[in-house]
């Protein structure tokens, strides 16, 4: 593999429905696993209307690319020239190759460019099955495995993603599997292949290694392999294939072991320890794995929960200056909202139903003053304890947490009712803690979380765990879950305007300044206009009735 030249490419699209249009293609030459030479990457204007669901994508338009790009023939005569007819990979082969740049190309008179080689999504899902981040999506798996950030949604971005993956993540996989060569992979990726895990029906989320067990399973594959439709039999027929290849391995390895032969650390579907002379112990696959996922998706999810924890801290330190910074004006501003919207309402009432029936209005809005008095109060004590913590004090704070969350967190007990309450209550603890910034309370529970418990009432702690595969299974679904849940609020929250706010003022404290400064006097003319209006409905009020009205 190591002196086989192909090229990785990818497309940014005008949708997904035909006619496609490519609005950006990336691409980077390869030697073997690493990139050889500078890459490509090109804008093409096809004077072509672009999706707005993929202009919220990729955040190209029909103007952008009348501005900055180029005719698309001369965009693919320096691509036919860079990649000077090497195999062509991408992520997603079928799309990018079949349904864009092939129709394209005919589209266009341009002879096909290079030649096809495999397809990376698909050598992605054989290799990471079952897959520990949830989903083999780019951007998914980026994240999961902590890959450099490299523009997401851009060809070109995508493709040095691509090569990030497959060279740290896929490559020693692949080794491991003894595929060496490119013949290898492209066998490999194009060989029938279906997940470890069903997707759907009455077992729908387990591992078929299970069948080995479980005779409704198994039952279930062979009810499966004699569909009428073709593809699942083919599925059931391949799953059935799969478990008797696996049988005949664990003939083998206990042959090995009753001749006193040396026996292989691991099978295709199992794990053989030594365990002195002459005596192997054979373990179900699914369980050891199961294990060793649930050990890393644990530390992942941790991880992840702590970087999360971190910035979200410092975006709402950030946060609560600003509030202080303006909350006069904050309050100002919804004070003369509340204002408006019940003199107007007071005079819809007055018109339709007389004074009287007015005057409670006036009363809703004082009770509305005061709610909204309170959850000012409230609000600023809340911000009073957004102090910012210093370099060491973060990072403990990150550490505490991060050891305390995977040691105690509840799916540790999931399988006992009665133990549940004591680690509910403490990660709520532990939480709270960590929102508060308070290392104090977090160094208290780490030292003696027993104690801790005892002294608010509360059971000691039980680390007991059920080892049986289905609810094993369970738990791994459960953490994979949330390690993509907590993905998903990382991104969000670094896609915010308070993570911008706080990242821009980390590098420049006048940047925070000016920010205040820009606010302010777009709230003064906020409030100016709103006085305006409350001035004009009062005098409204004034020459339509006795009463005052809401002041």
Known sequence: MEDICWTLVD????????PIFALEIGAQKMRGWLPDGPPFRR????NADISPQASRVNGYTREILERDGEPPVTVYGEFATYVAGLPLVSYNLRFDWDDVLLPEWRRLGIHPIGQRGFCALELARRLLDPVPAGNCKLQTLRQFFRLPERGAHTALGDVQTVVDLMNTVLRPLAQARDLHSWNDLVAFTQTEWFPSLIGFGKFRNRNYHEAVTDRDLHAWLRWLAD???ERSARMGKWYLAQLEIADNSRAAFADHAARGLPAGARGIDGVVAAMGAGMVLFQAPQKAELEQLIAAARNRLADLEAEFTEQKHAVDV???????????????RDRLKLLITHRRKFLDVLLQSGDEEAESVTQAHKEARQQSDAEYTQAEAEAATKAPLTEDQANELKELWRRLIKAFHTDRCMNYLDRRKAHEWLTAEINLARDEGNIERLREIANDPDKHLLKHGMVPLSDQESRDVIALRTLLDSLQKRILETLEALTTLKESSGYELHQRAKIDRGFFDATVGTQRKALDAEIDALEAEAEKLGQEIVHLSAATGPE
Do not use: D, M
């Open 318 to 332: 950030t946060l609560a200056q600003l509030f202080k910074a303006l909350k006069t004006h904050y309050q100002r």
């Open 227 to 229: 569909s009428t439709n």
């Open 43 to 46: 804008l093409l204007n096809h």
């Open 11 to 18: 497309t940014e699209t005008s949708g997904i429905s035909a």
